[in-house]
């Protein structure tokens, strides 16, 4: 064990010769790793492995993600390997501030998406209002008029409800489920329909002998790649 095996893990050379391999990784006993590091298995012995990705356990109790290539040795009437770690942790760190930047991405142009949507259905809302408060001063409400008033801000704010739920089921994940190719194909436009309209793009959608075409896997995940 060099200086910085004992930086990384907190274990000093006498240390770490005490300690059995699965003390020092977190690993199963059949794992690739593990039998890669039997050196007594004569096929290790001409073919140098790497793992992208084993978990240390330090002596503190925590650990870190490592890489690890072995080389293997015959010195001296017996067997050993070479075990080459590099750590994972800051490339870890970076992926995570990737990952958190990409969502706040993700959530900005959904917040854009959101605002087209609701756009129109709140025009129509307010015109209704608008339209009310001119045929009161008219003296022209009728009963016909308001009922048919109300159903329509009724349909619109169902419209802004549904539009709710369809977002908020966005970011939702089920890897083991299922869904209609065709579906997901509908709902991912109905997402962007707005944006669409507003740059007058009209999508039409031909989906002749793959109605029923069922995939296994999660519809959002299928969208978000839409």
Known sequence: A??????????????????????????????????????????????????????LRKKDGSGCFVSASIAYLHIKDRDAAIINLTDLTA??????????????VAMGEMIGNIAHQWRQPLNIIQSSITKISIYKEMGAVTD????????NVKRQV????????????FYKDDPG?????????????????????????????????????????SINRFIQAL
Request: aromatic letters at 12%.
């Open 2 to 55: 060099n200086p910085a095996f004992s930086r990384l893990t907190g274990y000093d050379a006498v240390e770490f010769f005490r300690k059995k391999i699965d003390s020092i990784f977190d690993i199963d006993e059949d794992s690739e790793f593990a039998r890669a590091l039997d050196i007594s298995n004569p096929r290790n012995r001409h073919y140098p492995q790497s793992f992208d990705e084993i978990r």
């Open 91 to 104: 490339l870890k760190q970076k992926d995570q501030m990737l990952l958190v930047q990409s969502r706040f």
């Open 144 to 151: 016909e008029f308001l009922e048919e008033t109300v159903q």
């Open 158 to 169: 169902a419209y802004l409800s549904s539009t709710i739920d369809d977002f908020r089921s």
């Open 177 to 217: 489920g299922s869904f209609i190719l065709e579906d997901a194909v509908k709902k991912s436009l109905s997402l962007v329909e707005a944006v669409y309209k507003n740059h007058f793009i009209e999508v039409d959608i031909e989906c002749d002998g793959c109605k029923n075409v069922k995939i296994k896997g």
